[in-house]
């Protein structure tokens, strides 16, 4: 049998989740935050299903949500997105991941990574015949060598993967970081793909910048989001997309052919739990205290 990643093992995460599980360890191996969900959030999504929202949902996702994630992506970020085209709901910020990579990247396109980066970020581009171009990341991930990243453009450079906050850095990039990107891709038609899942996890005062917030990245960037790194629900597989209308339109195929549509009544529940700004205004702090406590014990 021929296989289309040769390469590609399974994933440590699933190893090590697996081993934590085996000796009742806590695992410190995977992205995603081990604390209880709201109830509120528990009872919203029970009431949907019993009022009925087990159907099909649209296609691009549940209208008030996406009216939601709107207003929440112009409060935190001062960027404007249309709900109606410009935001999509996905199974994850993964399968965002995997929808913006697909819609976009051909055979033979090469896609900068900056590394150490997510395990799947270049298992997708090899599936579609693209070439993943590593651009490392040096300690202690203060910020990107941008020298290295224009020096790894090519006429073939079809894709940048941004990741920001950094996993597994920590890192947080500054305006000059973006504005330098800015320049970089400017009059070129490289694509930016933001995967900003742990937007809200920054500690110590630092501020995260989205790239929808600088003109000349949102105009060719499709950014990805997971409410399941925000509110503790990362089995519920709740995420979404934002993109401009024309690579919405792309984005929206190819997400088509993959799942169709999303978890209703999670989407109907996300959208009621949306309408109390607390819900996402607070995570920085509660993050902060807990990481406190760890450090104190460890040091």
């Not at 112009?74 to 910020?93: F, H, M, N, S």
């Not at 990039?173 to 891709?185: G, S």
Request: charge should be negative.
């Amino acid at each position: 049998m021929r296989s289309k990643l040769p390469q590609n093992k399974l994933s440590i995460f699933a190893v090590m989740s697996k081993m934590a599980a085996q000796y009742n360890a806590i695992n410190l191996s995977q992205g995603f935050p081990d604390f209880n969900t709201d109830p509120a959030l528990i009872r919203l999504v029970t009431q949907a299903m019993q009022n009925g929202s087990n159907q099909y949902a649209p296609l691009a996702g549940y209208l008030p949500l996406r009216e939601n994630i709107a207003a929440l992506v112009q409060e935190l970020r001062g960027a404007t997105y249309d709900p109606e085209q410009e935001i999509c709901i996905t199974v994850g910020a993964s399968e965002a991941l995997y929808v913006a990579i697909t819609a976009f990247v051909h055979r033979d396109d090469e896609v900068i990574v900056l590394k150490p980066a997510y395990d799947t970020y270049e298992p997708t581009i090899a599936l579609q015949g693209g070439i993943p171009v590593p651009v490392q990341l040096d300690a202690p991930y203060t910020t990107v060598d941008w020298d290295a990243v224009a020096a790894a453009i090519t006429p073939k450079t079809r894709m940048l993967v941004l990741n920001n906050p950094h996993n597994p850095s920590g890192m947080v990039l500054k305006d000059a970081d973006l504005k330098r990107l800015e320049e970089l891709v400017k009059d070129t038609d490289i694509l930016i793909l933001s995967d900003e899942v742990y937007e809200h996890i920054v500690f110590d005062e630092k501020q995260h910048r989205s790239v929808a917030s600088y003109p000349g990245l949102k105009e060719r960037a499709l950014v990805t989001a997971s409410f399941g790194k925000t509110f503790h629900t990362t089995g519920w597989k709740m995420g979404y997309c934002l993109a401009p209308k024309a690579l919405m339109a792309e984005f929206n195929k190819v997400h088509q052919n993959t799942v169709f549509c999303v978890h209703h009544p999670t989407q109907v529940a996300l959208a009621e739990y949306l309408n109390e700004p607390e819900h996402y205004l607070n995570l920085g702090s509660f993050y902060q205290r807990k990481r406190d406590v760890f450090l104190n014990a460890i040091q």
